[in-house]
């Protein structure tokens, strides 16, 4: 997810730039929308991963599992986030899939 998020925002440049000279939508009405519409898709994959996982392993339900799924939701937004901060910094598919890979890299390195 980290790396489709990063390639977001390059192609819907000169979209966005011309509605936005237009005075069609604000940039914050924008975004709002790109992740209220990628939502479905972000609660899905990481659910679909945990259900899986969580069951042919065979661990135990209760609060637990309630607390890894959790947590799985939200270190899913926050690669999606870094995807989308470094796409729309870079402005640029090979660079931004450069820095991702440099990025992750450095991430796991320290960590």
Do not use: D
């Not at 980290?2 to 939508?25: D, H, I, M, N």
């Not at 519409?37 to 599992?65: D, H, K, N, Q």
């Amino acid at each position: 997810m980290l790396f489709l998020a990063s390639q977001v925002f390059p192609p819907e440049r000169s979209v966005l730039l011309k509605e936005r000279a237009a005075g069609t939508y604000r940039l914050s009405a924008y975004v709002v929308a790109k992740t209220i519409s990628e939502l479905p898709l972000l609660l899905l994959m990481p659910t679909m991963y945990f259900l899986i996982t969580y069951w042919a392993v065979g661990l135990e339900g209760g609060y637990r599992a309630i607390f890894a799924w959790m947590i799985l939701i939200l270190s899913s937004f926050t690669a999606h986030s870094i995807g989308f901060f470094i796409g729309a910094t870079v402005m640029n598919g090979k660079r931004s899939a450069v820095c991702l890979a440099t990025t992750l890299g450095t991430r796991s390195s320290v960590c």
